[in-house]
């Protein structure tokens, strides 16, 4: 038998004033069955991830051409502008190797977590490892005010591809308006202002855990193994969040391209195409904000969930059902209804990439400081496949990664991409991924 219970708030004493500190849910709570600035400080690399789903047409989107110059096919036409700062990756595989391919989830998840996943499909899904934007801000996140930021455009905060293992999702804003008065509400301090006025608040918010701590304690102790790795992964996260409130008690360091913008107007939430790209447009607009104002280094950008449920204004069908459902065209070889919400993604990702290429920092701009993994959780959505996956990583991390190439992967798993980018930034690991994805092999024709 045992005290704790699921109402159970761990109590303690905080300069004279009681604080507590609520719990995850618990095995013991169940039943049997259950370069340089101005200031001299170097410009800071970002990292980000950006999705959409339903994969693209082989023939339309991968270029022929190896290397320097590769051609542009029509589907990934809309990238052209900045082709000298995107690298596109074919042959690229998720390697199941025996598990099962969990439909418009496996992709996604071998990519970005090293891992085939064993639980999932079109409504999402299971992580077995933590996904390569977690592994990242833990890297370069501590120092800013948000360790990493997770945003989706219908309007849906579930939908997220930002996992740090399990079923543990981030989740998403996908309000404008309420993203805004997170990032630029009376928290946020100006780092371009002379002054400086910490708010004393922030000083009790950032004690809580260890005034509780002796009451932690004696929780761990009675906790089994499962319960044990749960609770800390729960106090990890806390303590991470005192860190980031740390952050508020310091004067931030002059950010020369930090502008705020003002508020957003309100706006209708939904996965029709002109609702989602709006949403996709105001919120980029912001996170291009948060990291040029030093807000935060990591993102992942959701366009739509991976069974796309994106649909025309007035249409009964999502691009999801147009990919199972439409035929091929015989004399055009792909489907038209279903290539329209293809075509459109490029158009909306390059969108993302000219925000982040209008902002000027340095002797470049912010994508020249940035690597952006875009993808998707399947090659042609129709069949369901993990082969040849679309992967493209836009951005120069700052003079690191040899930008504007053709990779061909030759069947190797996806996880070579994120193991790069891992070491690109800086990361001090040799190898990533597990079972068939586990790899030790980066992709040095990049590498610097």
């Given at each position: 038998m045992t005290d704790w219970n699921r109402?159970?708030?761990?109590?303690?004493?905080?300069?004279?004033?009681?604080?507590?500190?609520?719990?995850?849910?618990?095995?013991?709570?169940?039943?049997?069955?259950?370069?340089?600035?101005?200031?001299?400080?170097?410009?800071?690399?970002?990292?980000?991830?950006?999705?959409?789903g339903c994969g693209v047409n082989t023939a339309r989107w991968f270029p022929d051409k190896l290397g320097h110059g590769y051609d542009l096919k029509a589907e990934l036409k809309p990238i052209e502008p900045f082709r000298d700062k995107v690298s596109v990756f074919s042959k690229f595989n998720c390697v199941l190797d025996g598990k099962p391919n969990l439909v418009h989830w496996s992709g996604v998840m071998g990519t970005l977590s090293g891992c085939a996943p064993l639980k999932g499909g079109v409504s999402g899904g299971t992580a077995e490892l933590p996904t390569l934007?977690?592994?990242?801000?833990?890297?370069?996140?501590?120092?800013?005010?948000?360790?990493?930021?997770?945003?989706?455009?219908?309007?849906?905060?579930?939908?997220?591809?930002?996992?740090?293992?399990?079923?543990?999702?981030?989740?998403?804003?996908?309000?404008?308006?309420?993203?805004?008065?997170?990032?630029?509400?009376?928290?946020?301090?100006?780092?371009?202002?002379?002054?400086?006025?910490?708010?004393?608040e922030i000083m009790l918010r950032q004690s809580v855990l260890s005034s509780v701590k002796e009451e932690r304690d004696d929780l761990v102790r009675t906790l089994g193994s499962s319960d044990r790795q749960r609770v800390d992964q729960y106090f990890t996260s806390v303590r991470q969040v005192e860190q980031q409130l740390g952050q508020l008690l310091q004067k931030p360091l002059p950010a020369e391209a930090c502008v705020v913008a003002a508020e957003p107007a309100k706006g209708e939430?939904?996965?029709?195409?002109?609702?989602?790209?709006?949403?996709?447009?105001?919120?980029?607009?912001?996170?291009?904000?948060?990291?040029?104002?030093?807000?935060?280094?990591?993102?992942?950008?959701?366009l739509s969930n991976a069974g796309s449920n994106l649909r025309k204004a007035g249409e009964?069908?999502?691009?999801?059902?147009?990919?199972?459902?439409?035929?091929?065209?015989?004399?055009?070889?792909?489907?038209?209804?279903?290539?329209?919400?293809?075509?459109?993604?490029?158009?909306?990702?390059?969108?993302?990439?000219?925000?982040?290429?209008?902002?000027?920092?340095?002797?470049?701009?912010?994508?020249?400081?940035?690597?952006?993994?875009?993808?998707?959780?399947?090659?042609?959505?129709?069949?369901?496949?993990?082969?040849?996956?679309?992967?493209?990583v836009a951005g120069k991390a700052g003079g690191k990664w040899k930008s504007g190439q053709h990779i061909n992967g030759n069947g190797d798993p996806s996880s070579r991409v994120g193991l790069t980018i891992q070491q690109v930034l800086g990361m001090p690991v040799t190898s990533w991924g597990d079972g068939a994805m586990h790899t030790a092999t980066p992709i040095s024709e990049v590498m610097v």
């Open positions: 109402r159970t708030v761990l109590r303690g004493i905080l300069r004279g004033s009681a604080v507590a500190i609520g719990l995850p849910l618990l095995d013991i709570f169940l039943d049997s069955k259950g370069e340089a600035l101005a200031t001299g400080a170097p410009i800071p690399v970002r990292f980000g991830t950006w999705f959409w934007d977690c592994l990242v801000a833990d890297h370069i996140g501590k120092s800013t005010r948000f360790r990493s930021l997770e945003l989706a455009c219908t309007g849906q905060s579930s939908v997220s591809y930002s996992m740090r293992a399990g079923s543990t999702v981030n989740p998403s804003e996908v309000d404008p308006v309420q993203f805004y008065r997170r990032l630029f509400g009376p928290e946020f301090q100006d780092p371009n202002k002379a002054e400086f006025r910490p708010d004393p939430l939904g996965p029709t195409w002109d609702m989602a790209t709006r949403s996709h447009d105001l919120l980029g607009q912001l996170l291009v904000m948060a990291l040029a104002c030093n807000q935060t280094r990591v993102f992942s950008m959701a009964p069908v999502s691009f999801h059902e147009l990919t199972h459902e439409e035929p091929v065209d015989e004399k055009l070889g792909y489907q038209p209804q279903a290539t329209f919400f293809i075509e459109r993604s490029m158009d909306v990702l390059a969108s993302m990439l000219k925000m982040m290429d209008g902002v000027k920092e340095g002797d470049g701009t912010l994508l020249d400081h940035s690597l952006v993994l875009a993808t998707s959780e399947s090659n042609f959505a129709k069949i369901h496949s993990v082969d040849n996956l679309p992967i493209l």
